[in-house]
């Protein structure tokens, strides 16, 4: 009997594992305007809204968190802070040393305060987020004409709207036109390793730059160059090498820099879809178990089963 109750307890203590929803992080990546899981180093430009950098920052002339609160922390750093003719709106958090010249001081907190974001978690979490949209069926249409370059992209008429276009294409387009049924969200999937969008035109009927994500998962490099980007962007595993032009939205990337020249993230057009704050990991739906987890309960249910059956015979042939 005591094999069967350890058998029933394993099996419960797995259904309970199976429905126990995870904790969420204090921070996530979508409470910044951008959000760099490794280094950054960015001059001439400025970030309107908050910043979090996993690594190490050197930042020169340079603006964070202008549009931001200044009662919230702006700027966290998890390596080291060189900083000079610039400044920071609100509190920063540094996680190393700091090396300030022409650059406030007053809302730099003690060393030893903890950093609100788990990076190593997020960069797992992001990984897992961006695979899973890559593999969302498309169900928007992308017109190209015969003469190319004059892309069109329109949503379905409710729900999500998911588009998949490849890196080539992108590279290639002149001029972007999403249409979005009002009060719906679009996913734009972009395939290649080495990714890069420039001297475009972008519109959105039905919609704003608050309802787009674009999504590049198997980005290794990518840039923005001579574009008023609209969007929010994810590529988790992406070293973001700048060009001159803006981006209106959240930008998540491994790495950010101006190689290529500076770039602008602009505030106020954070993704409104909730997809960004996923947790990928399973149950994708609560209290539901995932396949594996429901092939080790019937396991055990078999072994319980076949227990007691056994138990039975033995007191029928006593």
């Known amino acids: ?39 950054m180093n960015m001059s001439s430009s400025d970030v309107e809204g908050r910043v979090a950098v996993g690594g190490n920052a050197t930042l020169g002339s340079y603006s964070v968190g202008a549009d931001a ?25 540094v996680g190393g040393t700091t090396n300030y010249q022409n650059w406030s001081t007053a809302g730099l907190q003690p060393a030893g305060t903890a950093l609100p974001v788990n990076f190593a978690a997020e960069a797992t979490r992001l990984g897992q987020v961006s695979t899973l949209l890559s593999n969302y069926t498309p169900n928007g249409t992308v017109y190209v004409p015969p003469w190319g370059g004059q892309y069109t992209l329109t949503g379905a008429s409710s729900g999500l709207s998911v588009f998949d276009i490849s890196g080539s294409q992108l590279s290639h387009t002149n001029t972007l036109t999403i249409n979005l ?13 080495a990714d890069s969008f420039s001297n475009a035109g972008i519109t959105i009927n039905g919609g704003n730059a608050s309802d787009v994500l674009w999504n590049f998962s198997d980005a290794t490099t990518l840039s923005f ?25 959240e930008l998540i990337v491994n790495s950010f820099s101006d190689t290529l020249g500076a770039t602008q993230i602009n505030d106020g ?19 539901v178990p ?17 227990a007691l059956r056994r138990r039975r015979a033995a007191f029928a042939a006593a």
């Open 1 to 39: 009997m005591r094999r069967v109750r350890g058998l029933a307890a394993a099996t419960a203590a797995l259904a309970v594992v199976a429905l126990t929803p995870v904790a969420a992080l204090a921070d996530q990546a979508q409470d910044y305007n951008l959000f760099v899981l490794g280094n």
């Open 69 to 93: 609160s200044a009662s919230t922390v702006n700027l966290v750093v998890g390596g080291n802070l060189t900083a000079h003719g610039g400044s920071t709106k609100g509190g920063t958090i």
């Open 181 to 193: 049924t009002p009060g719906t969200f679009a996913v734009i999937n972009v395939n290649g390793t």
């Open 225 to 249: 160059s001579g574009i008023s980007m609209q969007g929010s962007v994810l590529a988790p595993d992406a070293a973001y090498l700048g060009g001159w032009g803006q981006l209106n939205g």
């Open 269 to 287: 057009n954070p993704f409104a879809g909730n997809l960004l704050g996923l947790d990928p990991a399973p149950p994708h739906v609560p209290g």
């Open 290 to 306: 995932e396949p594996a987890v429901w092939a080790l309960m019937i396991l055990g249910f078999g072994f319980t089963g076949a």
